[in-house]
């Protein structure tokens, strides 16, 4: 049972952390709650189940179409349904809703509310301490771990990333030094529909694809989000993992309240929340801004 809640929660820890970490950039940097981010995470696994099962294209070809295709879908939302009333925080938390019921309704009247699956890279498995992993299991925690250090090393160790992370610090002086704000807003959201895409790709062999799957995901980002800090990127990243962590071990030890995961995973945020009401990293964040 350890081994299973190990590998279970790194692997719902570093999805979690992907889409966390996206929506946080966007949220520091162009100050945008979009709640429509799990709703393209949705539509990556969607199309790599196009590309795959119903054009048959070889899953890496899908896989790389899905994310392109999901990433240029998240541009022009953002050109045009939110950067227009930017500056407008209800009705762009609004729009975004909006656009991400949209999302579901149009795979729920093409796929109907069927549960679709999508056939894993590799086949097999191998034995840890006695315990079945599947190669797909370990492929998946692989990827993730290898895209999350890739992000680290975009952030910290080129101008783009520089740029972002003193956009993200304080907007107006970034806009004073010289920097494009706006170009510096769209690589974000590029790089965050990206994260949430390569998401998409890693769950889709190991989940059914469906038209809601999308409001779980949300639920716990926004969880971690607050959990971690608001806008703090090491804060989404340690919070991904508690709660993923906590969701596993509810539903390995307690199979029979396995729907009480979200309830436990709130509640631990919850209980930090009052010990701490800006989040882990809340302090850090405030003081970079």
Known sequence: MFLDILIDGLIKGSVYALLAIGFSLVLGVARIINIAHTALYMTSAYLIYIGTKQLGLPATVSIGAAIILTILLGLLIYRYFIRPIQEHEAAMLIATIAVAMMLQEVFLMTFGGHYLGVSPLVEGYTTILGVRVTWQHILAL?????????????????????????????????????????????????????????????????????????????????????????????????????????????????????????????????????????GLFGVFFEEER
């Open 142 to 278: 692989g990827l993730a771990l290898v895209v999350l250090v890739g992000v680290r090393l975009f952030l910290f160790h080129t101008r783009m990333g520089l740029a972002i992370r003193a956009t993200a610090q304080d907007r107006e002086v970034a806009n004073l030094m010289g920097m494009d704000v706006t170009r510096v807003a769209m690589a974000t959201m590029a790089v965050s529909v990206g994260l949430a895409s390569v998401a998409g790709a890693i769950v889709a062999p190991l989940v059914t694809v469906e038209p809601t799957m999308w409001m779980h995901p949300l639920i716990m980002m926004l969880a971690i989000v607050v959990l971690g800090g608001l806008g703090s990127i090491e804060g989404s990243f340690v919070g991904a993992y508690i709660l993923g962590f906590a969701e596993s071990m509810v539903v390995f030890m307690v199979p029979m309240g396995s729907f009480l995961k979200d309830s436990v995973a709130l509640s631990i945020m919850i209980l930090v929340l009052l010990v701490r009401p800006e």
